[in-house]
């Protein structure tokens, strides 16, 4: 077997959960991308097929889960589909947020799709004295999963993720990557929990935040845990 192209996370049989970098596809658009990494996948595993079974955006860091077959795919797309897999996300947002709430707002299913039901609940972390604009590190654990649901959703109580060039502010963006080095998209997949399709135990797994996030929060005063 090849050299792995990306932190391994958990790999069984039946699994396995990469540590995503940020600015990697997870699967080859209509776009010419080279970070595409099922494309990275099928050859560190020499298969034809791999099994993502969801999705990250381009810019976001964080784990990402794979089917090694396609029956433990199916199983797999059940627990999703059904909402009995938790998933963590930590975001960097603007200004102070509340210290928790839930959101039910609706958003499309997929790019274009129609608007669905969707919801995420979240907790503050920290609120930070940082310039331009004070800002917040929260933790998100969306209940659903929809077309950029946690980007939409906190942009919805107006506290968007900083680096976000969609929900977002542009000069903002600018001044976080000017004055503290952050020149991605501030959402991190800390962690997911579900249950093991053959062995039925409850598994999570974690995912180190990446040194091009950790970094400029250093730089803000901002310690993770």
């Known amino acids: 077997m090849s050299a792995a192209p990306f932190e391994i996370l958990f790999e069984d049989d039946d699994l396995l959960a990469i540590n995503k970098p940020a600015w990697w596809v997870v699967h080859r658009g209509l776009a010419s991308d080279a970070l595409v990494i099922v494309d990275q996948l099928k050859a560190y595993l020499h298969r034809e097929t791999v099994h993502p079974l969801h999705r990250l955006d381009r810019q976001t860091s ?3 889960l794979f089917a090694q077959k396609s029956d433990i795919a199916r199983t797999m797309q059940e627990q999703f589909n059904t909402g009995q897999i938790r998933k963590t996300y930590l975001a960097l947002v603007r200004g102070v947020c509340p210290e928790k709430g839930f959101i039910d ?3 499309p299913k997929n790019e274009g799709g129609d608007r669905v039901p969707a919801q995420t609940e979240y907790v503050r972390e920290g609120a930070f004295n940082t310039e331009p604009r004070h800002v ?4 998100a ?3 659903t999963g929809r077309f950029h649901q946690i980007r939409r959703h906190l942009k919805h109580i107006s506290h968007p993720i900083i680096g976000d060039s969609n929900y977002g502010k542009g000069a903002l963006n600018r001044a976080f990557r000017e004055r503290y080095g952050l020149d991605r998209l501030a959402l991190h997949a800390r962690a997911i929990t579900f249950q ?3 062995t039925t135990q409850t598994i999570t797994i974690n ?3 990446p040194t091009d ?3 400029p929060f250093e730089r803000m005063g901002i310690v993770i845990n």
């Not at 917040?136 to 933790?139: A, G």
């Open 196 to 198: 093991h399709p053959v």
């Open 62 to 64: 964080g784990v990402l």
């Open 213 to 215: 996030l950790l970094e």
């Open 141 to 143: 654990y969306p209940r």
């Open 136 to 139: 917040s590190l929260v933790h």
């Open 105 to 107: 707002s609706p958003v």
């Open 207 to 209: 995912a180190p935040v």
